[in-house]
């Protein structure tokens, strides 16, 4: 008998990343079941994986494919971008991509970026406070991701308020060929302008990270179809995801002025805050797909070859079985294995780079705004249409500092 016949299929909630909570849904699913069958957005049936040991383990078993070109296309998330990157391959494809940029992602190196983080932070700061009120999303946790990225690859900031249109049409969830069409069109617009900028870059050296790419020897050729995924998947993912948790960790702060202030008064504290907002409700909640390309057993659950697997690293995040008290934020939570990165070949090459982002960006946030204060009721926030979760907006007040 199929062995999907047996289980019922939940709907994935249209609205879940935009819910002022998302977990409960998690949580019932993971208690219904470690596995449990979904329908997607899109009308794609999958597997959804909910606890932290099978996220895990899932995550570094190769018989689980990053690719969907592995699958027939019905098994496929709708939208599934043409032009394969590294994020949607597996080895060789994938080591020969990661390792051309990886070392530009390592500790040390990201470590280096500090400064130049911090003194951007300032710069962000310096027009905001004298006037005792802003949206810390668009006047800050948006723009020193961006900022930071932009000169990582060498793509003009000046251009920001373009591509970042395109990046979040490409990351609205689909739900018919309708959204998916105005998808793809946004993803035309994003490779035209990068292939350009590329191209320039082959013309005129510059010392960046595409211009790396692009006058690499030969051994390390991309073709130029892969720089232009390369850079669209760093562009993306490098300003969609960490504006989301400096958005949502201060949410979660000003919800508590006593740890806020305990944070401002000693920044040690900063590092294990960030995991723990990572943990608690991190940009990635349902982003981690997986094809199977053999019958594979996960949780107890036989899953056949040919279909797609979601890894929920939310719901991992959430699973009382690794994390003491899950739904409760512990800012100085030990023990905090949270795989808001992923786990395995493809865990997150951003990861170092967030940390650094979300510890300076919060750490100075905190420092040069003080009395800071929601300036909206929280039930009229509001979160994004996006496959990720993040907030639309977060007005705030504070004491003015003219300087
Ligand atoms: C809080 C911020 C971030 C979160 C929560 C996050 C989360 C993730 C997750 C869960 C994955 C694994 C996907 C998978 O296994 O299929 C991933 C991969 C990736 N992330 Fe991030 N990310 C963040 C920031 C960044 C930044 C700043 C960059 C900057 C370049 C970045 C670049 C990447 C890339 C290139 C991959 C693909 C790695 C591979 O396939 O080998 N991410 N990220």
Avoid at 6 to 28: C, G, K, S, T
Avoid at 119 to 126: F, K, M, N, Q, V
Avoid at 263 to 271: C, E, M, T, V
Avoid at 371 to 385: F, N, S, T
Wanted: glycine share 8%; hydrophobic share 45%.
């Amino acid at each position: 008998m199929d062995e999907r016949a047996l289980h019922d299929v939940h709907p994935f909630p249209a609205d879940l990343e935009r819910r002022p909570d998302p977990y409960p849904w998690l949580n019932d699913l993971r208690e219904a079941g470690p596995v449990q069958r979904v329908r997607l957005r899109g009308g794609t049936e999958a597997w959804m994986v909910t606890r932290h040991r099978d996220v895990l383990a899932a995550a570094a078993d190769p018989r689980l494919s990053s690719d969907p070109r592995r699958v027939a296309a019905g098994a496929r998330l709708l939208g599934t971008p043409a032009s394969p990157s590294m994020l949607t391959t597996d080895p060789p494809d994938h080591t020969r991509l990661r390792r051309l940029v990886s070392r530009a992602f390592t500790a040390r190196r990201v470590e280096g970026l500090r400064p130049r983080v911090r003194e951007l932070a300032e710069e962000l700061l310096d027009p905001v406070t004298p006037h005792g009120h802003a949206d810390l999303v668009a006047d800050f946790a948006f723009p020193l991701p961006v900022a930071v990225i932009c000169e990582l690859l060498g793509v003009p900031f000046a251009d920001r308020a373009f591509f970042s249109r395109q990046s979040t049409e490409m990351l609205r969830p689909q739900v018919d060929s309708a959204g998916v069409a105005v998808a793809e069109a946004a993803r035309g617009r994003l490779r035209a302008y990068l292939a350009e900028l590329i191209r320039d870059k082959q013309l005129r050296r510059t010392d960046d990270l595409l211009g790396d790419l692009v006058t690499a020897g030969e051994e390390n050729r991309l073709s130029d179809d892969e720089v232009v995924s390369m850079a669209v998947l760093l562009l993306v993912a490098g300003h969609e995801t960490t504006v989301n948790l400096i958005g949502t960790g201060m949410l979660l702060l000003l919800r508590r002025p006593l740890r806020m202030a305990a944070l401002r008064d000693d920044p040690a504290l900063l590092g294990p805050a960030v995991e723990e907002f990572l943990r608690y409700d991190g940009p990635v909640m349902t982003g981690v797909i997986r094809y199977t390309t053999a019958e594979v057993e996960i949780g107890g659950q036989a899953i056949p070859a040919g279909e797609m697997v979601v890894l929920s690293t939310g719901a991992a995040n959430r699973d009382p079985e690794r994390f003491e008290h899950p739904d409760e934020l512990v800012l100085d939570r030990r023990d905090n294995a949270h795989v808001a990165f992923g786990h395995g070949l493809h865990f997150c090459l951003g990861a170092a780079l967030a940390r650094l982002e979300a510890v300076e960006g919060i750490g100075a946030l905190l420092r040069r705004l003080p009395g800071l204060a929601p300036a909206m009721p929280e039930d009229e926030l509001r979160w994004r249409p996006s496959v990720l979760r993040g907030l639309q907006a977060l007005p705030v007040t504070f004491e003015p500092v003219v300087r």
